[in-house]
T-cell receptor, first 114, second 112 residues
Framework: DQQVKQNSPSLSVQEGRISILNCDYTNSMFDYFLWYKKYPAEGPTFLIS?????DKNEDGRFTVFLNKSAKHLSLHIVPSQPGDSAVYFC?????????????FGKGTLLTVNP | AAGVIQSPRHLIKEKRETATLKCYPIPRHDTVYWYQQGPGQDPQFLIS???????DKGSIPDRFSAQQFSDYHSELNMSSLELGDSALYFC???????????FGPGTRLTVL
């Protein structure tokens, strides 16, 4: 079963507008969430993370929101730039007992059009 | 800044052969994770090491083994390779003060 779900395989956005990528999880033991960006033939690049004790974390153009009751998080990119075009993976970990191993969603391909 | 180094970047093997993938962590990172990403799939956790000891194990076949050495680099050994082992293999490392894992560029293994 997929414990981390990214239900949108792709998203297309105009340059300058907001990109919103969504992620849902089912395992209530997850308490740390991360977003990675991946270009073809490269490893995932860490973008931003959030602990379950927070509901928002912001870093420049990137903001992650966490709704624990809904087991939902989202990544907002504003303004979107063509260089943001990549696959975005949502990942989750249980810091309590699993040594932070990551469980990934299947990714969302973001295309930012000039 | 120094990043995670993986070698080789590409590897082609025949069925039933063996392969060794290497991972060199970011300096002062003491935890290493291995992930496998099949075509069109999300990365799947295989195994991790902390301070040279295995710390967790995921969906790693018995044909695979791994270890972390005194200099903290890690090697993933794969034997009796099967066609289904063709994938991208990522190594990620984490420092003691961080919760984030930083990934290497990956090794693309092709089994013919």
């Amino acid at each position: 079963d997929q414990q981390v779900k990214q239900n949108s395989p792709s998203l297309s956005v105009q340059e300058g507008r907001i990109s919103i990528l969504n992620c849902d999880y089912t395992n209530s033991m997850f308490d740390y969430f991360l977003w990675y960006k991946k270009y073809p033939a490269e490893g995932p690049t860490f973008l931003i993370s959030i602990s379950s004790i927070k509901d928002k974390n912001e870093d420049g153009r990137f903001t992650v929101f966490l709704n624990k009751s809904a087991k939902h998080l989202s990544l907002h990119i504003v303004p979107s730039q063509p260089g943001d075009s990549a696959v975005y993976f949502c990942a989750a970990s249980d810091s309590g007992g699993s040594n932070y191993k990551l469980t990934f969603g299947k990714g969302t391909l973001l295309t930012v059009n000039p | 800044a120094a990043g995670v180094i993986q070698s080789p970047r590409h590897l082609i093997k025949e069925k039933r052969e063996t392969a060794t993938l290497k991972c060199y962590p970011i300096p002062r990172h003491d935890t290493v994770y291995w992930y496998q990403q099949g075509p069109g799939q999300d990365p799947q956790f295989l195994i991790s090491f902390y301070e040279k000891m295995q710390s967790d194990k995921g969906s790693i076949p018995d044909r695979f083994s791994a270890q972390q050495f005194s200099d903290y680099h890690s090697e993933l050994n794969m034997s009796s390779l099967e066609l289904g082992d063709s994938a991208l293999y990522f190594c990620a490392t984490k420092g003691v003060s961080y919760n984030e894992q930083f990934f290497g560029p990956g090794t693309r293994l092709t089994v013919l």
